[in-house]
């Protein structure tokens, strides 16, 4: 509910925002899973993509403690190929040919910063070599307009 934050969601999705749900990411200090390229639109039965996921830094986050990387100029071009990764990955999906994608944009945050970025733009972090944990609380926004193709996903 933080104005701060919901100002700019509002500039992405409109005015009407419903709060799909929140999570916390941790790599603790040394983790060596690690976050395939992934888009979250592909984890989610909506019939419309119209979700962005703001990304709080609880701790500071940079290269050495697995920073988010994100491929720029993926968000529109819908759903990307992917398989189920392989190796000790904390998410399963993994898309196909990122490296032909273009370089990645390093997602660093001081604790206490945020970003945001959209349900369809292809996203990941390596392992966390470092001796810092590395934590973020994902909070994930759509507009009422965005409907469950499975109505007994969003139930609890």
């Not at 609880?58 to 392989?86: C, R």
């Amino acid at each position: 509910m933080n104005p701060t934050i919901l100002n700019y969601v509002e500039d992405i999705i409109g005015p009407e925002i419903i709060v799909l749900g929140s999570h916390f990411f941790c790599k603790n200090a040394n983790d060596p899973k690690f976050v395939p390229w992934r888009q979250d639109s592909s984890c989610w039965p909506f019939e419309t993509s119209r979700t962005v996921t703001v990304w709080l830094a609880i701790d500071d986050a940079d290269e050495e403690n697995s920073v988010m990387k994100f491929i720029p100029q993926t968000y529109d071009k819908g759903h990307l190929q992917w398989k189920e990764a392989s190796g000790d990955h904390v998410l399963s999906q993994e898309i196909l040919s990122v490296e032909s994608m273009g370089e990645p944009v390093v997602n660093s945050l001081k604790a206490g910063q945020f970003s945001l970025h959209a349900d369809m733009l292809a996203h990941g972090s390596s392992v966390n070599n470092s001796n810092r944990r590395r934590c973020g609380l994902t909070i994930r926004y759509c507009p009422p307009t965005v409907k469950a193709i499975d109505p007994g996903w969003a139930k609890s």
